[in-house]
């Protein structure tokens, strides 16, 4: 059984800094595709970052682009969000989803079947 469980979320600054995690079980990470989306009340779900199985590539939105960063532990099964100088517009609640997607990785909702179940992240001074 798939499993994704996302952590890390909370209240930051504008400028300040969140690491969310993703942990991961029932399935081999390295061979599988995972993604970032979020999600603002009254907005659709957004994909924010993603990076490919075996780790080989990687890529962003425009809007967190220089800011986050998504990397792999594939010894701890987790994938990371790191998300600096966060601004009032990346509040949301933040998804990780995963798929056994071939070679360059997608940020459309509809390219992954597994998700987590969220973690709120507010940027508010």
């Known amino acids: 059984q798939v499993q994704l469980v996302e952590s890390g979320g909370g209240l930051v600054q504008p400028g300040g800094s969140l690491r969310l995690s993703c942990k991961t079980s029932g399935f081999t990470l390295d061979y599988y595709a995972v993604a970032w989306f979020r999600q603002a009340p009254g907005q659709e779900r957004e994909g924010v970052a993603c990076?490919?199985?075996?780790?080989?590539?990687?890529a962003y939105a425009d809007a967190v682009k220089g800011r986050f960063a998504i990397s792999r532990d594939i010894a701890k099964n987790i994938v990371y969000l790191q998300m600096n100088n966060l601004k009032p517009e990346d509040t949301g609640v933040y998804y990780c989803?995963?798929?056994?997607?071939?070679?360059?990785?997608?940020?459309?909702?509809?390219?992954?079947?597994?998700w987590g179940q969220g973690t709120q992240v507010t940027v508010s001074s």
């Open positions: 990076i490919s199985k075996t780790g080989w590539g990687a």
């Open positions: 989803a995963a798929d056994d997607i071939e070679f360059r990785c997608p940020m459309a909702t509809i390219s992954y079947d597994y």
